[in-house]
């Protein structure tokens, strides 16, 4: 335990500005959590919890945490495990997904890793592309480059590109195609290793928080009408968080089902729910979930 009287605060590393910024602010306010003197400076504390936001490239994150500079980062796993920093991952937080591709000229045919061997291969991401290529054996030699890898075959200087990709449409306006993934990504909640006791028990809040706003995003509150007799079939394919809430409605004979449904499950119930009678069927959005 801290015995100084400095309050206890967990310092929390974030994207300044880019793809991740605008998801990573957005999941702080949804968790309750207000940003004092806005976003736009170095670093901003919040009025009601027990956090210091520090503003950074992505980049130099997973570094300040591994260093303890910051207690966590939100990053993407791809720049994460290309930085090799020793942080632990605590929570994926499905936003800013992509995957990291190797991508070949259309008309370079390839059938299996073992088709780079001796090519050039342009990247922002050694290290995990080297590790792609001598798990399969192959030797290629790696062209390290900071920005527009798209480019490099198109300018003689590289036979292949290792990017990430995620509409798909940069490779294809480059004249490339995405022959093999080498890694699923998305941001991630890091720690640094070894968080003390007190900043422990701050995370322990800040990821109850977190996982009540995902599992929110993830589900939606379903309310229906049914005929008696049909209750218990629709309650089977209608799990909720224990059972549904069923209510009588005025008509004789007919209630009113409450659940909670996963969204990417709701299309798929949808005909079995009004085969089974269900009427007046009403999906909302969940603000928090807490499981
Ligand atoms: O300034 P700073 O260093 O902080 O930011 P940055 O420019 O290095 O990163 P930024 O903001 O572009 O991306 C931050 C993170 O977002 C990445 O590290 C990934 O984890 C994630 N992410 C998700 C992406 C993409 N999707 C993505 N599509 N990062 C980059 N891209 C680029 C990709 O490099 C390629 O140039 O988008 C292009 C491909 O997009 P599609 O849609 O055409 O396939
Ligand atoms: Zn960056």
Redesign the pocket.
């Known amino acids: 335990m801290q015995t100084t009287n400095q309050p206890i605060v967990l310092r929390l590393a974030i ?6 910024f605008e998801s990573s602010v957005q999941l702080l306010r949804r968790c309750g959590i207000d940003l004092q003197n806005g976003t736009g400076k170095l670093k901003a504390a919040a009025s009601n919890f027990p956090i210091e936001v520090y503003f950074l ?3 130099d994150i997973p570094g300040y945490v591994a260093d303890g500079v910051a207690d966590l980062g939100i ?5 994460i495990y290309e930085s090799g920093a020793a942080v632990e991952v605590v929570e994926k937080l499905g936003f ?3 995957r990291l591709s190797i991508a070949l000229p259309r008309d370079a045919g390839y059938s299996s890793p073992a088709d780079l061997q001796g090519r050039r291969i342009a990247t922002s991401y050694p290290r995990l592309l080297g590790d792609f290529l001598r798990q399969n054996g192959v030797q290629a030699s790696i062209h390290p480059i900071s920005g527009s890898v ?1 480019i490099a075959p198109g300018i003689g200087l590289a036979d292949a590109v290792c ?9 294809f306006t480059n004249g490339l195609c995405e022959v093999t993934t080498i890694l699923h ?1 998305e ?1 991630v909640l890091i720690s640094r290793p070894e968080l003390d006791a007190d900043r422990l028990a701050l995370l322990d809040k800040l990821l109850l928080r977190i996982r009540a706003v995902n599992a929110a995003r993830r589900h939606k509150y379903i309310l229906l009408n049914a005929p008696n007799d049909r209750i218990e079939d629709i309650a089977a394919i209608l799990p909720g968080m224990k059972s549904p809430t069923v209510l009588p409605l005025a008509t004789p004979g007919w209630s009113s089902l409450h659940s909670v449904v996963e969204e990417d499950r709701f299309w798929e119930i949808i005909e079995d729910l009004k085969a089974l009678g269900a009427q007046g069927i009403l999906v909302a959005p969940i603000e928090k979930m807490i499981v």
């Open positions: 994207q300044k500005s880019g793809r991740l490239r992505d980049d990053a993407g796993e791809n720049v800013g997904r992509c798209e990017d990430l990709v995620s509409s798909g449409s940069t490779l990504s941001a």
